[in-house]
């Protein structure tokens, strides 16, 4: 009940938008992204790996929550060394669903594209969820199911 009364408000405040200038919009982020980075081919193979990977997540969120994810056309992708130490793979959520979310991967995981995947999987099950789910931002309830669906290894799942 809380989850269509948040979805009902955040459609009720946020514009429309057109879809193909929306598209341009993210297209355009990704490629500044891309030419922004340290890492510009790094960079193209993983955006193409994430966007396998994203369909496959937004039908195992659409299975366990009977919704449409929160984030999933509006991700780009970063191969970035500047990550918060400790950290492997970030996500900067987008304020509304007219924004670009950025999801970052350090270049240290790319000498193994199995862990790669698997930081994109944890990634865009978070960007999925959204800023409000609070439950799912700290790895529970809905994220577990989500990621049993997609075959995120336990020992990612932090």
């Given at each position: 009940m809380k989850r269509n009364i948040?979805?009902?408000?955040?459609?009720?405040?946020?514009?429309?938008?057109?879809?193909?200038?929306?598209?341009?919009?993210?297209?355009?982020?990704?490629?500044?992204a891309i030419e922004d980075s340290d890492y510009p081919e790094e960079?193209?193979?993983?955006?193409?790996?994430?966007?396998?990977?994203?369909?496959?997540?937004?039908?195992?969120?659409?299975?366990?929550?009977?919704?449409?994810?929160?984030?999933?056309?509006?991700?780009?992708v970063k191969i970035d060394d500047k990550i918060k130490a400790g950290k492997i793979g970030s996500f900067e959520h987008p304020e509304t669903k007219r924004d670009v979310g950025v999801m970052k991967i350090h270049p240290k995981a790319l000498d193994d594209i199995n862990y790669v995947k698997d930081i994109i999987k944890h990634e865009l099950i978070h960007a999925a969820h959204g800023l409000e789910d609070e439950e799912a931002r700290n790895?529970?309830?809905?994220?577990?199911?989500?990621?049993?669906?997609?075959?995120?290894?336990?020992?990612?799942?932090?």
């Open positions: 948040r979805k009902i408000l955040r459609e009720y405040f946020e514009n429309p938008y057109e879809k193909n200038d929306f598209m341009r919009k993210v297209d355009f982020a990704q490629e500044k960079t193209k193979k993983v955006k193409k790996i994430k966007n396998k990977i994203k369909k496959r997540v937004k039908k195992a969120y659409r299975e366990v929550t009977g919704e449409e994810p929160v984030s999933d056309d509006n991700v780009v790895h529970g309830g809905d994220f577990q199911k989500i990621a049993d669906k997609v075959g995120l290894p336990k020992k990612y799942r932090h």
